[in-house]
């Protein structure tokens, strides 16, 4: 219970969001129930969002899973880090704890754990305990929330303009991201290629300009050392 | 359909890239230059996808499109707040459609 407990700031800061995410399914080309379904299928806003801007937009099937699997490589991250503390729990334990994991969820078990000491110090069992507390209560209100916006969508359109949300949401994302000097140099870069890869063909020219320009940002680092 | 096999097939996706090392290796450790990469990655990722929406109808362009999300991610940059930031972008969006 006490992780539900230390989600709940997350749950209550994340309803409008959620909301929003939920309003722009149903504002979608394709079902609804297809774009809400990106609630528990994917899990994760940012990746949910660009799923639906690029389905609408007739991006093919492997467009949108490159660009998922790109925004999602961070929790190979985060799971890398939250491993070692998993070790010894039983494997379906495992598999749930993985499928909830989500930055809220990692920042709030990453603090806890730090807090009571860490590695050597901190009570293995019950911080696993503590996790999936935490990151199942996001992901339970995260799919309520999200569906309640997809029920909600004609109302909240009246109060939410559609043709902004989703360039809003994308926004806010970035700026969520982008915490140094190098990541918005990369957002940048991001921002200039994608107007031009918008000409490449099945809607791939987000992943190639993403791609492109953490690439650009590698090189222009390298050659300035 | 295709949005069906292509929400599945990003969840697949997702779900691996969560459990390929607790599961897998759980004594693998994650390079923090590949950490880094990682993170960088899904910083363009967004990136890319925003500039295309934004000039997506060059003959719509108006003040609000381009000024309405600068806004908010400067604000979600500097109050570490969704719903604030999405509050201030959507805002801005409806004044400047209201405003002359």
Avoid: K
């Amino acid at each position: 219970l006490a992780g539900v407990r230390a989600a709940l700031p997350y749950v209550a800061g994340y309803l409008p969001f959620a909301l929003a995410i939920g309003a722009l399914a149903r504002q979608t080309t394709f079902s609804p129930l297809a774009g809400w379904s990106s609630s528990w299928l994917i899990y994760g806003a940012t990746a949910q969002v660009v799923a639906m801007e690029q389905l609408d937009a007739g991006a093919s099937i492997a467009v949108v899973v490159a660009s998922s699997a790109i925004i999602n490589l961070r929790l190979l991250a985060y799971a890398g880090a939250l491993a070692p503390r998993w070790q010894g729990a039983r494997t379906r334990w495992t598999a749930v704890a993985s499928a909830v994991l989500v930055d809220p969820a990692y920042v709030i078990a990453h603090d806890r754990w730090t807090r009571d000491g860490g590695t050597g110090t901190a009570d293995t069992v019950w911080h696993r305990h503590f996790y999936l507390g935490a990151a199942g209560a996001l992901w339970i209100t995260w799919v309520a929330e999200t569906g309640i916006g997809t029920l909600l969508g004609p109302r909240l359109a009246a109060v939410l303009p559609g043709e902004a949300l989703a360039p809003l949401m994308l926004a806010v994302m970035l700026g969520l991201l982008a915490r140094d000097a190098t990541s918005r140099w990369v957002a940048a870069a991001g921002l200039v290629l994608g107007v031009p890869a918008m000409a490449i063909p099945e809607g791939a020219g987000p992943v190639v300009a993403a791609v492109a320009a953490v690439a650009a940002i590698a090189l222009v680092r390298r050659v300035g050392r | 359909m295709t949005a069906w096999l292509a929400l599945a097939g990003a969840g697949v996706v997702a779900f691996a890239l969560r459990a390929a090392i607790p599961l897998g290796h759980a004594r693998w450790r994650i390079p923090d230059t590949v950490a880094e990469w990682c993170r960088l990655g899904a910083v363009a990722a967004v990136a890319a996808p925003l500039a295309g929406s934004l000039v997506e109808s060059p003959g719509e362009i108006t003040a609000a499109t381009l000024a309405a999300p600068a806004v908010a991610a400067v604000t979600a940059g500097v109050t570490r707040s969704l719903p604030i930031a999405l509050g201030a972008g959507l805002l801005l969006h409806i004044a400047a459609g209201v405003l002359p």
